[in-house]
């Protein structure tokens, strides 16, 4: 597949397109927010009535994007945005082509340009390095908190966690701390957006693994505190039951009050994943159930209870258990809700729901179907992510195969829901290239890895989401040479609801708002003839 081109930027170098390069100059965008009284790309005009969506170009945020000759596969993001500087991004991502390793992305100018920061390896950790999936999470102060993992042995496993800090929004990092040891996946990190210093880490704690599986049941999702920033940390505690024997995939989220959320999946008796007994080979999924569950503390931790969010969730593929996709949790701190949402085959194919609780996680909906598509449609909607603007609109990013009857082309979609979750609106195309989801590690087996999740930052006017895109890669077959090139894309969609003000100075307002909302979603200095152009849907 052919490589985007990026719109040009006077007075700078191009904007790094998926194939492209490096984009600079970023005037304009600072005055365009200025006159929006916003200081970052990612806050807009919110006018009453319908809304609007402009879709800026897919630029690339890893800079191997530019180069063919390095098939490095970038998956996983986690993006987050400073409280403080609120045009510093920071994209944390795992790499799992030609070596399991781990980047860190920054942006100071809201998402138009990306520089790279080293991640410091830890000493004493086994060579060749390999840091891995890396999580990140900003303090109220503007203080960047970094996790990965370390891996050893020809299998490798997890060796030990650390976090590493930054002052400076990620240009630098300070050498990384210890702070879990052996044998612990699928860390996640998150900080508490009130108290300063106060940090949370939820992982999966095996006891013993094989070839792609865990040989023992009964490894449970432990979550530890530490109130001093990540030197020191809390005796972990269990929030899975004891009588949860398959438990993967825990996602950590604050709420309103220092409320503490954690979903994840239990899997029953789903032995084909668990244990790996499919050998890391594609085919139909486990035909039995999981459970979607969602965890929640009032006191920092100390104690927990559950609820089955989904009783019945149908498995829509097979996984390595390493590497499961994470359910987002997301909360409206502001009305009290809570979100998690993860894909079912429930109607026989994948599709995307939403589940809503108004009571604090205690009960939630049933669930909402996301996509648009036509039920039955036996293309797939999976890898859903949310955010939750100031103004309580909840926006939901989410792989998208609709466009390929053979269910095997990518594109990456948004919706939004206006009245807290039970309905949504139409779907918004953010990429502007369909993408081959066979392209990643374990393509040869036929069970391609596109990564654990997506990345989604939403405010009142606008979203940011990046993905995973293997547009510029190649099938990866033995003859091949192992071919797995993923990058990072992003996009914005601006948001904007017509003005119902009808004089000419108000309507010029209305109109020079517009404007700059389209120069900032282009995250550019100016269109060129040749450029690309943003994409309006209602």
């Given at each position: ?64 994007a ?17 409280p ?22 920054v ?47 020809a299998?490798n ?69 530490s ?24 996602s ?5 009050g ?32 999981w ?26 593929t ?7 996709e ?5 909360v ?39 996509n ?68 990643g ?24 989401a ?5 547009r ?14 993923q ?42 003839s ?7 849907q209602?």
């Amino acid at each position: 597949m052919a490589p985007v081109t990026a719109p040009a930027v006077a007075g700078g170098e191009q904007a790094p397109a998926l194939g492209g390069r490096r984009r600079r100059g970023v005037a304009l965008l600072a005055a365009g927010a200025a006159i929006l009284g916003t200081g970052t790309l990612l806050l807009g005009a919110s006018m009453p009535g319908a809304r609007t969506a402009t879709v800026g170009p897919n630029l690339a945020i890893d800079a191997e994007a530019a180069d063919n000759r390095r098939p490095t596969a970038n998956n996983s993001p986690s993006l987050v945005r400073n409280p403080v500087r609120p045009a510093n991004l920071v994209v944390a991502n795992r790499i799992d082509n030609p070596l399991f390793s781990c980047a860190l992305h920054v942006s100071s100018d809201a998402g138009a340009s990306w520089a790279e920061t080293a991640i410091p390896f830890p000493d004493g950790e086994e060579s060749p390095p390999r840091c891995f999936a890396p999580d990140v999470a900003f303090g109220p102060d503007g203080r960047l908190f970094v996790a990965f993992s370390t891996l050893i042995g020809a299998g490798n496993s997890p060796h030990a966690a650390w976090i590493a800090t930054s002052a400076d929004g990620g240009r630098t990092l300070s050498v990384p701390t210890k702070v879990l040891g052996p044998l612990a996946f699928q860390v996640r990190l998150t900080a508490d957006p009130v108290r300063r210093d106060r940090l949370y880490l939820a992982w999966l704690q095996a006891s013993g693994v094989g070839t792609l599986s865990f040989t023992e049941e009964g490894n449970p999702v432990d979550v530890s505190r530490s109130d001093d920033g990540g030197r020191t940390w809390s005796p972990p505690r269990s929030i899975s039951a004891a009588g949860r024997r398959m438990v993967v995939a825990p996602s950590p989220v604050l709420g309103a009050g220092g409320s503490l959320y954690c979903a994840y999946l239990d899997l029953g008796d789903d032995r084909l994943d668990y244990e790996g007994a499919h050998e890391g080979r594609g085919g139909e999924p486990y035909n039995g159930t999981w459970q979607l569950v969602v965890a929640r503390s009032l006191d920092g931790g100390r104690t927990w209870r559950d609820t089955v969010v989904d009783p019945a969730l149908v498995p829509t593929t097979r996984f390595v258990v390493y590497l499961p996709e994470l359910p987002s949790l997301a909360v409206d701190r502001a009305r009290r809700r809570v979100y998690v949402a993860y894909q079912s085959a429930r109607q026989g194919d994948s599709d995307v729901y939403v589940w809503t609780s108004t009571d604090g996680g205690i009960r939630f909906s049933r669930g909402t179907r996301v996509n648009d598509t036509p039920r039955h449609d036996r293309t797939s909607q999976y890898l859903p992510q949310l955010a939750v603007a100031p103004d309580g609109r909840l926006d939901v990013v989410y792989d998208d195969r609709r466009g390929d009857p053979a269910d095997v082309l990518d594109n990456v979609s948004l919706q939004s829901s206006v009245d807290g979750g039970r309905s949504f609106g139409s779907r918004i195309r953010l990429s502007d290239h369909a993408f081959d989801s066979r392209i990643g590690f374990g393509s040869e087996t036929g069970l391609a890895d596109l990564g654990s999740r997506l990345a989604l930052v939403s405010t009142d006017g606008a979203a940011l989401a990046v993905w995973p895109d293997t547009r510029a890669g190649g099938v990866t077959t033995p003859a091949s040479g192992g071919f797995e090139k993923q990058d990072l894309a992003r996009a914005v969609v601006a948001f904007r609801r017509p003005s119902p003000l009808r004089t000419p100075l108000r309507a010029a307002g209305a109109a020079l708002l517009g404007l700059v909302g389209l120069l900032l979603v282009a995250g550019s200095r100016g269109w060129r003839s040749t450029g690309g152009r943003g994409r309006r849907q209602r």
